[in-house]
């Protein structure tokens, strides 16, 4: 789906990260459309590098949608529980920042079959967090998503813009 990853106005990975990690953070990541931030989302069992990319977005300090080109995470093997555990620690420990910020998920996969099941798993599993889920076929799609999004959102209040600013530090 996202052939070519742009890198315009690219937000340095985040300090502590091995020079391979960062890299592949980096090279998964299109800021071109900020404030849709398109990634190639990783297989499950690279985790670090989707948490890399999130927290990426975080440090902007501003509202953003999330475009994920779904297409690797689904070829690879499910998740495994100790991914999904890794995974609900990093949100309990980036919530706040996360949910203040992330307007929504939009994903890309042009499979008709597999976006319905994708999109009916992603959206039961955000229910409890009312984070919006949706998906499209094409980039272009998704990115008009990601624009809906953002705009029912609405602008951040710069208090907890600022508050969520100052947690990442």
Not at 60 to 81: C, H, I, K, N, W
Not at 104 to 132: I, K, M
């Amino acid at each position: 789906m996202v052939s070519r990853m742009q890198h315009a106005n690219p937000t340095p990975p985040a300090t502590g990260l091995d020079a391979d990690l960062a890299r592949q953070v980096q090279q998964r990541m299109d800021f071109s459309h900020w404030p849709a931030l398109i990634v190639r989302m990783p297989g499950a069992d690279q985790a670090p590098i989707l948490f890399g990319m999130i927290e990426a977005a975080l440090r902007r300090g501003q509202p953003f949608a999330l475009v994920a080109d779904m297409a690797e995470y689904l070829s690879g093997p499910p998740e495994t529980p100790e991914q999904r555990k890794s995974a609900a620690l990093w949100l309990k420990q980036h919530r706040q920042a996360f949910f203040g910020l992330c307007c929504g998920n939009v994903y890309v996969l042009a499979d008709e079959r597999a976006r319905a099941a994708l999109l009916a798993s992603g959206r039961q599993q955000a229910s409890a967090s009312g984070l919006p889920i949706e998906a499209a076929a094409t980039l272009e799609e998704a990115l008009a998503l990601a624009q809906q999004l953002l705009n029912k959102a609405g602008p951040l209040p710069q208090q907890n813009a600022q508050e969520t600013k100052n947690n990442q530090m």
